[in-house]
Each structure stands twice: as structure tokens, then as C-alpha cells.
């Protein structure tokens, strides 16, 4: 009853707010605040059923908040954009954050109100989804539940239910692999996180890709520890659901587990019929990847490899340019510096993006300038516990659970760099790739809290006093740029500084841990 009261009523408010038909949006809205009410609360019953009252009573207060936060951020961006973003621009005065975003749901509303089948999202003229699963799915929300008018909040509630979907399932998994006080922690981080937050508020592949995620993470671990083939469908779901939207990350999640099932099974090895399995689904999303990606670039190259191998080269190619043509210090440090140094750098200055001391200097618009701070510290929060995650030992995490996360570590972290030069200096699209995988960077993120608790170790606070002095000298020399406070250092200079403070921090950390050994053996 509470959830048939409070879909009605939240139907109400955010129909009164599109255009067309109150009462066919109302209808429209109730169904879909409904269906997610009734996913949502399911999920964590679901997990009720076997966690602790206290940390169900936590989950479903995660799950509340994160729905809650993913469709006030949709509904408020798409509000305030048109007043207080930038003038002239066509997406912020439809109330959208992203280009890729508006571009494909207007596609979708065009197929929804013409006469084509919705299949059609499929075929190759529909550019703006490279691999039609998440326009198919935009043009029959449209077709059948927002036929009179444009309702674009439809497809943002639906983002803010699979941003949300997902924490049940990441918390089950969580906690039977590594305990209830990693998946707390993973939780509240995969609930929170202002990347996660912003994508989830607008109708992009990111949250729909963080739901399929978990759906392979719990059937993968469920089967893995209690052996129970049933939940082998989660996954099965998962995989589609991946192909669907996004082959590439279908791919790289067989790569994860099956590194990890390699890891954790006797002696280095694994069944032959998951190795067989794995394969089939494999081959059959790189041809799927290429076939997407040939039709929108005509990149030749033959064999599937060929093309993905293309696409890849002419993308770093691009993002290499456009870093250089958007940017004239950045363009006079490529003339300066030898030609082999120019990638590393593309791939540090994508790691640091969005950079933080940039959006605290720079100035711009309100809005853009809260949602940038947001973003930036977010990344910035999460990015020193993901470089401990290669030597944080929590106590479950022993034998070869170590192993496991000191796989997704490095796969982590090849995401982020390999994602940084795709991406390149972008500060939009380079932390949304890196955001597909943020599922596990949580979980890596929440080991290394549970680590820091349980230990106090005095890396992680060395660990963001490095940070810190990055963040420092790099606001100075933008306060310098922009505002004329302060004195100005050459870039050469200024990464010599970092490089010699960070020196420091570290030999100070080494010798004071060799003076506590030293006590100790006494």
C-alpha cells in the first residue's frame, strides 16, 4: 500500500512538470515509480533473508538514498540547466548533462512516434547508439507509456532505478566473499559516489552497465562459493544485458572473472566446460564489437581483432589531438617535449581528470561549477584508496581471496590508464569510461577501508599527503593563470616540486617504519 500511495503521488509532482497530458503522464510516471518500488524493495528483502537485522536495515536505507540522490540529480539538472547553464547551447536547454545523452534520446523519441519497428534501433543509421540496445529500450518507454508527448524524465527515472538496482546484489556478493564490513563499505562508496550519482540521473549506458555488473558478480560468486548452478542465470542475464548495451564491457567481464576463477581454483586451473563457455561468449561479443564499430567508422581491418585494433589506434590518435588543439600550454609542452613522452602524459593528465584544482580555479557557470567540484573530489577521494589496494590486507582477506583482489587491482588500474588515453584529457567522457567499471574499484575501495580500520597503517594518510601536495601546487599555478595570485613556476618546475615533496614523504614514511621495526624487534 505505502508503495502504491507513494508512486501515485510522485507520478503526480513529476508529470505536473513535463509537457502533454497530465493525466497520460501521471499514468505513465505511477507505473514506472511502481515498477521501481517493487524491484527496489524485493532486492532487499531479497538479501534480508540471510544478512544481519541491522545491516539489512543499512541496506535498505543505501538503496533509498541511492535512488533518491540518482532522481533528484536528473530532475534538478534538467530543471536548472536551461536557466543556469551555458546560453546557446542546444543540450543544457533541453536539461541535458551529456551530448551522447540528448543526441540518442532524440533518436529514440523519432523512432517511438514514427511507424518503424523498434528493432530498427538496431540498424546502423542510428549513430548515436552504436549498439542500439539502451535507444530500443528509450523508444518502447516512449512508444508505450509516453505516446502523446516527449517526456524525457521517463528514461532519467529509469536510470536512477538500475543506478540503484544494483546495491543488493553488489552487497550479497560482497559479503559472501569477503564479509558484511567490506560490502558496508562497498555499499555506501558504489551508493555515494558522484560520478556513479550524475550518470545515474540521466540516460546513459553507465548505470545500466553497473546493474548488469552486479547481476554477474553475485550469480559469479554465489556459484563459485556455494556451488549453487541456479544462480549461474544472474550472470547469464548480466553477459546479455552487456552485449546488448555495450559489447566491449561484456568482454572485459569475462576477462575479470575468468582471471579470477583462474586465481582461486586449485593449483591455477578451472573446468573445462566454464573455460568452453566463457570462450563462446566471448568470440561472440568481439564479433558483435567489431560489427558495431565498423559500421560507424569504417575501420577495414579485416578480422574482428583488425577492427577493434583500428579503432582503438585512430581514438588515441584523435584524443591526442583534440587535448593539444583544446589547450595552448598543453600545446606548448608537446612542442617542447620529445615525441615518445606526449602518450605517457595524455595518460597521467586523463588519470588526473577531472582535475580538482582546475574546477576550484576556473571560472564558470554556478551549476557547473557545484557538479565539477563534486565530481572532481569524488575521484579524488577514491583514487588514493585504489593505489593502496595493491598491499591492503584485510582480515577475511587472506590465501587466495588475496590473489582475487590483487587481480581486480591490476585490472583496475589497466581500466584507468587504458581509459585515460582513450579518453584522453576529456574531463567528461574519459571519467564516464572509467565510471563502467566502477562496480569494482567499489569493491576494491571498501577493502582498503576495512584495512585502514582494522590496522590505522600510516601509508593512507602519507598516501594523501602526497595528494594533497599534488592538489596544492597545481591550485597555485592555476590561481596564478587565472586569478594573477601567487608566483608562477614552469610546468617543468612545478612537476619537479611535486616529484621532490613527494621524495621527501616517502624516504620520511620509509624511515619511520624501519624505526618502529627497529623497536619492536628490541
Known amino acids: 500500500m505505502w508503495s502504491l500511495s507513494l508512486s501515485l503521488a510522485a507520478g503526480a509532482g513529476i508529470a505536473s512538470i513535463q509537457p502533454g497530458n497530465w493525466f497520460m503522464g501521471w499514468l505513465g510516471f505511477s507505473f514506472l515509480f511502481l515498477l521501481s518500488c517493487f524491484l527496489l524493495t524485493s532486492s532487499i528483502r531479497w538479501v534480508e533473508q540471510t544478512a544481519n537485522l541491522p545491516y539489512s536495515k543499512t541496506l535498505a536505507w543505501m538503496v533509498a538514498l541511492a535512488f533518491a540522490l540518482r532522481l533528484l540529480g536528473g530532475v534538478t539538472t534538467y530543471l536548472a540547466l536551461p536557466i543556469f547553464g551555458h546560453a546557446g547551447d542546444e543540450e543544457q536547454s533541453a536539461g541535458f548533462t551529456y551530448t551522447d545523452a540528448y543526441r540518442r534520446d532524440e533518436q529514440a523519441w523519432d523512432l517511438a512516434v514514427s511507424d518503424r519497428p523498434i528493432l530498427d534501433a538496431f540498424n546502423s543509421r542510428f549513430a548515436y547508439d552504436q549498439y542500439g540496445g539502451l535507444l530500443a529500450f528509450s523508444a518502447l518507454i516512449y512508444r508505450y507509456l509516453s505516446p502523446d508527448a516527449h517526456r524525457v524524465l521517463m528514461l532519467v527515472l529509469m536510470s536512477a532505478l538500475m543506478g540503484a538496482l544494483g546495491l543488493p546484489f553488489l552487497w550479497k556478493a560482497v559479503s559472501l566473499q569477503w564479509g558484511d564490513k567490506v560490502a558496508m563499505a562497498s555499499g555506501w562508496i558504489f551508493a555515494l559516489y558522484p560520478e556513479s550519482v550524475l550518470l545515474g540521473g540521466v540516460a546513459m549506458r553507465e548505470p545500466y552497465l553497473l546493474a548488469f555488473s552486479t547481476f554477474c558478480l553475485w550469480g559469479f560468486v554465489n556459484w563459485t562459493v556455494n556451488r549453487e548452478k541456479k544462480s549461474l542465470a544472474w550472470l547469464a542475464i548480466g553477459i546479455v544485458g552487456m ?152 582480515s577475511p582477506s587472506t590465501g587466495k581471496r ?121
Open 243 to 394: 552485449l546488448l548495451v555495450s559489447p566491449s564491457i561484456a568482454l572485459v567481464t569475462l576477462v575479470i572473472l575468468g582471471g579470477w576463477l583462474y586465481f582461486s581454483s586449485e593449483r591455477g586451473r578451472f573446468p573445462w566446460w566454464a573455460a568452453v563457455v566463457l570462450g563462446i561468449v566471448f568470440v561472440a561479443g568481439l564479433f558483435l564489437l567489431s560489427s558495431a564499430l565498423d559500421q560507424q567508422g569504417n575501420l577495414g581491418g579485416g578480422s574482428p581483432l583488425g577492427v577493434i585494433q583500428n579503432f582503438i589506434r585512430e581514438s588515441f590518435k584523435w584524443n591526442v589531438y583534440k587535448i593539444e588543439e583544446g589547450s595552448g600550454w598543453v600545446q606548448k609542452l608537446f612542442e617542447e617535449m620529445p615525441g615518445w613522452m606526449q602518450m605517457p602524459f595524455v595518460m597521467i593528465y586523463g588519470v588526473l581528470q577531472p582535475v580538482l584544482p582546475a574546477i576550484l580555479i576556473v571560472p564558470t557557470e554556478v551549476i557547473w561549477k557545484v557538479i565539477g567540484i563534486l565530481r572532481a573530489a569524488g575521484w579524488y577521494a577514491l583514487l588514493p584508496a585504489l593505489i593502496l589496494s595493491f598491499w591492503a590486507e584485510s
Open 402 to 522: 588475496r590473489s582475487v583482489i590483487l587481480w581486480l587491482s591490476f585490472v583496475v588500474w589497466g581500466w584507468i590508464l587504458f581509459t585515460a588515453l582513450r579518453g584522453g584529457g576529456d574531463q567528461w567522457d574519459n571519467p564516464r569510461y572509467r565510471t563502467i567499471l566502477f562496480m569494482w574499484q567499489a569493491i576494491l575501495a571498501g577493502q582498503v577501508w576495512v584495512w585502514w580500520r582494522e590496522t590505522r597503517n600510516a601509508w593512507a594518510a602519507r598516501m594523501l599527503a602526497m595528494e594533497v601536495v599534488l592538489v596544492a601546487v597545481f591550485a597555485e599555478w592555476y590561481a596564478n593563470r587565472y586569478l594573477h595570485i601567487g608566483f608562477q613556476l614552469p610546468f617543468g618546475g612545478m612537476v619537479a616540486l611535486i616529484l621532490g615533496l613527494w621524495s621527501l614523504i616517502l624516504a620520511w614514511g620509509i624511515w619511520r617504519d624501519r624505526m618502529a621495526h627497529r623497536g619492536h624487534s628490541v
